[in-house]
């Protein structure tokens, strides 16, 4: 079975720039999320998908932050404009149906750097 | 609100020892607890779940973990320690009713000494 695919695996960009990060999460997985995790930190949730749509995007800053997973499948987490502070790994999981006692599959990330 | 706590920021312990990393969390209501293991440059894999039933559960790689509710601790444990079990620890909890996140711990990193 594959697992979660990301692209691209690192990022640098200048602050005020834009970027994207794509998510392809298991075959058949109807859960998707976007986690931030900031260096020497656990990873903290931005958003949560059930299918296409948003079940949880409280935690996402959504001044600069968006996402969105259209067909129910793959999705983009997008950075407009980016800032320092946003230098992180994003990571991607999914998991099967939606439920509180299911684990998550985690991709391997994308690490950004923004100067 | 919910939180977990990883006390131990570093745990070194020599091969062939037992060891354990530390979680105790807080949360309303009856708590799903997970455990995950990220190696470098790679994704956060899962270990184990505690969901309800056996206080002691047992995952992949001969991990094993205690559940204690008096003592809101869910510590993950192994007989015997292999080098290759170095890597960083995640503890997280959600709760049973209310919000849906996963809420992760700051993580331990595990150094297991030849």
């Known amino acids: 079975e594959a697992g979660v695919a990301q692209s691209p695996r690192y990022k640098i960009i200048e602050k005020r720039q834009s970027v994207a990060f794509w998510c392809n999460p298991i075959s058949g997985h109807a859960t998707l999320y976007w986690y931030q995790q900031i260096l020497g930190q656990g990873p903290k949730l931005l958003i949560q998908?059930?299918?296409?749509?948003?079940?949880?995007d409280s935690q996402l800053p959504k001044d600069r932050f968006s996402a969105e997973r259209l067909k129910g499948v793959d999705s983009t987490l997008k950075i407009q404009p980016a800032k320092l502070e946003d230098s992180a790994v994003y990571l991607c999981?999914?998991?099967?149906?939606?439920?509180?006692?299911?684990?998550?599959?985690f991709g391997p990330g994308t690490r950004l750097t923004v100067l | 609100a919910q939180s977990v706590a990883q006390p131990e920021d570093q745990v070194n312990v020599a091969e062939g020892n037992p060891l354990t990393v530390k979680c105790t969390y807080s949360v309303s209501g009856n708590p799903y607890l997970f455990w995950y293991v990220q190696y470098p440059n790679r994704g956060l894999q899962f270990l184990l779940k505690?969901?309800?039933?056996?206080?002691l559960v047992k995952g992949s790689y001969g991990f094993e973990a205690e559940f204690n509710k008096s003592q809101t601790s869910f510590h993950l444990k192994k007989p015997s320690a292999l080098v290759s079990d170095s890597a960083l620890y995640f503890c997280a909890v959600r709760a049973g009713t209310g919000a849906n996140n996963l809420f992760f711990g700051t993580g331990t990193r595990l150094t297991v000494i030849p």
């Open positions: 999981a999914s998991s099967p149906i939606w439920g509180r006692y299911n684990e998550q599959f």
């Open positions: 505690y969901i309800t039933g056996d206080n």
């Open positions: 998908f059930q299918n296409n749509g948003v079940v949880d």
